[in-house]
Nanobody, 123 residues
Framework: QVQLVETGGGLVQAGDSLRLSCAAS????????MGWFRQAPGKEREFVAA????????DYADSVKGRFTISRDDDKNTGYLQMNSLKPEDTAVYFC????????????????WGQGTQVTVSS
């Protein structure tokens, strides 16, 4: 069992940066792929980014490519999402997820989820 806790959300202005963290319990975090998803009010949860167990395989949604960077520190059992050049359309609750057995871009493929952290970007 893995428990995930996201932190780092907040209210920022367009163009600002935020770094989200996802702290995982348990000793097996390094064996899991990890992903970030987001959900805006009235919209479905959407894929943002994912990173493989090794950290070498990474995928981004087109909407965040070049602005967001996903990373992981297995020694700290923590994953990160660095978000730069934030836009109002990035406003959403951001969730981290772990242990995908199939396509990273499908949320139902992830086994473990955090509770989410709110990111609000004002124009």
């Amino acid at each position: 069992q893995v428990q995930l806790v996201e932190t780092g959300g907040g209210l920022v202005q367009a163009g600002d940066s935020l770094r989200l963290s996802c702290a995982a319990s348990g000793r097996t975090f390094s064996t899991y792929s990890m992903g970030w998803f987001r959900q805006a009010p009235g919209k479905e949860r959407e894929f943002v980014a994912a990173i493989g167990r090794s950290g070498y395989t990474i995928d981004y949604a087109d909407s965040v490519k070049g602005r967001f960077t996903i990373s992981r520190d297995d020694d700290k059992n923590t994953g990160y999402l660095q978000m730069n050049s934030l836009k109002p359309e990035d406003t959403a609750v951001y969730f981290c997820a772990a242990d995908s057995r199939n396509s990273w871009r499908i949320s139902s493929n992830f086994r473990y989820w955090g509770q989410g952290t709110q990111v609000t970007v004002s124009s």
